[in-house]
């Protein structure tokens, strides 16, 4: 279904913008009028990551007016296998004023905004007043619930996109553009179960992959802004990069939906982080009074070397991550085993247990499970192997 252009057209294009757009303008669809609904288009995109980087640059290229970068972030060396908007130099800089350099490079005519900040309740619908459309490339399930309501309240549409390893999705988000237009909720009512999900960090990304869904993003941000073709409004895209399959599922609108459904209970913003829980209710407690420093860590292994303690270092992070960095003496048993119970044959019934992961919640995960078996005094590692790398042993890779 098409829907009306979401922008009026500005006034005209100067004789530059008209020389730099012409492949846009011998397109009749687009044609003058809609480059002249992308230049006075105002788009927000949240994040300058994986998805931001191509989502940006080609709404530059494409003469989008004003552009705003949502990112609080520094440009750091392992975000650049995939985030393209950033290169060598900007290591250690921050991401917003990278992102703004490299658009303005790519086009000049761009007016670019930038909210150096986190959002968060206080400032999200602050960030969004004004702006037309929101692509949203953010990586965590707190934010995106943030940006789907915070959008719903203002009105503002926005293009949704998610990636992790060879699998990505996108989706157009806008319930008022008709009575069966769903939101981010009417697809996903819950975030999933808190350890189930792994970040990016953790979970991995191809790298080409942000291109092929920042790109549909782009695409789908056009097509809103200038009114032409069908956007994928109550459309799932589901691209699988291994079998190079591209799949369209339909969204229906969930008459039932917490936001934008007939009885709506979520009528203001709420708390993200208690919704979404970072770290599961059980895990939290079994982390109370049984969470060391990697200084005490170290401590104990020395001790365990001298021979006046003893007990087992179990990493239960995956073996590729293990192959990366290991803190020395551990043993690998992945969280999963620890899932399908096959981990408490491994261990030893007579020794302290301690576990650690990447950064301490697939750990504190464990650690619930492992004392749930009657090992009372097992107990994981602040901040995983992350902090070991930081604070400990500076020699070993991080990622
Ligand atoms: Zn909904």
Redesign the pocket.
Known sequence: MSLPALVDPADELTIDEVRRYSRHLIIPDVGMTGQKRLKNAKVLVIGAGGLGSPALLYLAAAGVGTLGIAEFDEVDESNLQRQIIHTQSDIGRSKAVSAKESVLEANPYVNVVLHEERLDNDNVLQVFEGYDLIVDGTDNFATRYMV?DAA?FLKIPYVWGSIYRFDGQASVFW?HSGPDA??????YPEPPPPGMVPSCAEGGVLGVLCASIGSIQVNEAIKVLTGIGDPAVGKLVIYDALELEWRKLKVR??PS?????DNPTVTGLIDYDAFCGAISDEAADAAVGSTISVTQLEHMLKERDEGTRDFVLVDVREPNEYEINQIPGSVLIPKGDFLNGSALEQLPSDKQIVMHCKSGVRSAETLAIVKGAGYTDAVHVGGGIVAWVNQIDPSQPAY
Do not use: T
């Open positions: 789907n719903y319930p769903p939101c981010y909720r009417c697809l609108k969930d939906c917490a936001l934008c459904g």
